[in-house]
């Protein structure tokens, strides 16, 4: 079966600073990979995902993240974080090869401070 | 077009007590998914529907959650005798079915489940 460990709970940063999320996942098979943001009281929103092909994916508001097999990570980062970035991101994992269920990790909260 | 909606969007019930949670995927969603998240975990996948097929019932904690689907609509999931373990943020998900391969799930904004 297939895991996601986040495992940074918190990450405190100032305003302007650049900022990684870290993201590993355990399979045994090929995966897609996602990063949602969760907003203070509104659903997941899709950040961004790997699918197949470039390594280095990029999002919507400025994230990215890269793609490491060898690893097994998918790191989420942005050069610069604005204060409106505060939220909870959470990484996820799904079998390429059919089944529809995501696995999620236990979510970072990215705290922007001024 | 609207989104996935969920109600109600906060639920406070005695420990006993049945709850129903609804979801309204959006329109011409096939697949539709229930999801907890408990606080400080992540997502927990409870149940996914997909169009006519078996539902998969594999995330199913116990025997005390259910979970229906009319056609292509509106969901409901049902916990019996609600402990307090149960308390959560319960979400929903719907995404279209398009061939193998990825198909994006759109979430709900929850239903938060409180169990005293």
């Known amino acids: 079966a297939q895991s996601v460990t986040q495992l940074d709970s918190q990450v405190p940063v100032f305003e302007e600073a650049p900022v990684e999320l870290r993201c590993n996942y355990s399979?045994?098979?090929?995966?897609?990979l996602f990063w949602y943001v969760q907003y203070p009281n509104q659903g997941l929103q899709l950040l961004l995902k790997?699918?197949?092909?470039?390594?280095l994916v990029k999002g919507i508001n400025g994230f990215e993240a890269e793609f490491n097999k060898s690893q097994t990570s998918f790191h989420l980062r942005k050069p610069s974080v604005h204060i409106s970035d505060t939220a909870e991101y959470f990484c996820?994992?799904?079998?390429?090869?059919?089944?529809?269920?995501?696995?999620f990790g236990t979510g970072t909260q990215l705290k922007v401070e001024l | 077009g609207a989104g996935v909606s969920q109600s109600p969007s906060n639920k406070v019930t005695e420990k006993g007590k049945d709850v129903e949670l609804r979801c309204d995927p959006i329109?011409?969603?096939?697949?539709l998914y229930w999801y907890r998240q408990r606080l400080g975990q992540g997502l927990e996948f409870l149940i996914y529907?997909?169009?006519?097929?078996?539902?998969?019932k594999s995330g199913l904690p116990s025997d005390r959650f259910s979970a229906e689907r009319t056609g292509e609509s509106v969901s409901t999931l049902t916990i019996q005798r609600t402990q307090q373990e149960d308390s959560a943020v319960y979400l929903c998900?719907?995404?279209?079915?398009?061939?193998?391969?990825?198909?994006?799930?759109?979430f709900g904004p929850g239903t938060r489940l409180t169990v005293l």
């Open positions: 998900a719907s995404s279209l079915v398009v061939g193998g391969g990825y198909n994006e799930q759109f």
């Open positions: 399979s045994s098979v090929s995966v897609y």
């Open positions: 790997y699918l197949s092909g470039s390594t």
């Open positions: 996820a994992v799904k079998l390429t090869g059919g089944g529809n269920k995501l696995t």
């Open positions: 329109s011409g969603h096939t697949a």
């Open positions: 529907f997909q169009g006519n097929s078996a539902p998969d």
